[in-house]
């Protein structure tokens, strides 16, 4: 499974666009990068998965450049609700994947 | 509601007296699995299971059991705890097949081993 880096933490403000870069420069060909969210006390949360190019959902973007050795999650408009630890995984797009969790980035949203 | 259920949610016990954690899926998912989360660790996977009575040892199943006599339960066993098993416990499981890179994770049952 390829190690990611993230950063462990970040700040913001209610409003802003928020983007969590996520380092993965040993990314198989055959790995997705997927990301999830967790709240204090909770099970983490699926956010988005992508394998190249840009994603989009309800919830956020998830932009992959050509080379795919890092990604960017994208988070519009953020309000207080989403202070969380935003974890990047990387792995086959399978659901017998093993999940291996780093420390994640825990973003703050202050008002 | 498609969900995920753990009992209990808080457990306080003594060294060596068994327990056992229940998990519960509705969803018909076929890959469940365990994990705990310890501060400055993240989450490490325990014990995982592809399907009914099929499992496997995740990276630290040391001091653990699990059994999967049926598709939708997935107890965590824990024969003799010991106080560095004290954590907080997550169960999560997964279509296996299909778009089933989302895993659904219970809401956690954290465990104190005196």
């Known amino acids: 499974l390829a190690k990611t880096t993230q950063p462990i933490s970040m700040d913001s403000y209610e409003g802003q666009e928020v983007n969590i870069t996520c380092s993965h420069n040993n990314i198989a060909t055959n790995d997705y990068i997927t990301w999830y969210q967790q709240f204090p006390s909770q099970g983490p949360r699926f956010i988005i998965q992508?394998?190249?190019t840009k994603v989009t959902n309800e919830v956020a973007s998830l932009f992959i450049p050509a080379d795919r050795k890092s990604s960017t999650l994208s988070l519009p408009r953020v309000s207080l609700s989403d202070t969380a630890v935003y974890y990047c995984?990387?792995?086959?797009?399978?659901?017998?994947?093993?999940?291996?969790f780093g420390t994640g980035t825990r973003l703050l949203v202050s008002p | 509601e498609a969900q995920v259920t753990q009992n209990p949610r808080y457990l306080i016990t003594v060294t060596g007296k068994k327990l056992t954690v229940t998990c519960s899926q509705n969803m018909n998912h076929e890959y469940m699995s365990w994990y705990r989360q310890d501060p400055g660790l993240g989450l490490r996977q325990i014990y995982y299971s592809m399907n009914v009575e099929v499992t496997d040892k995740g990276d630290v199943p040391e001091g653990y059991k699990v059994s999967r006599k049926e598709k939708r339960n997935f107890p965590l066993i824990l024969e003799s705890p010991s106080p560095n098993q004290t954590s907080l416990y997550f169960c999560?499981?997964?279509?296996?097949?299909?778009?089933?890179?989302?895993?659904?994770f219970g809401p956690g049952t954290r465990l104190t081993v005196t």
């Open positions: 995984l990387v792995g086959e797009n399978t659901g017998f994947q093993k999940l291996v």
């Open positions: 999560a499981s997964s279509p296996g097949t299909g778009e089933a890179y989302e895993q659904y």
């Open positions: 992508g394998y190249k």
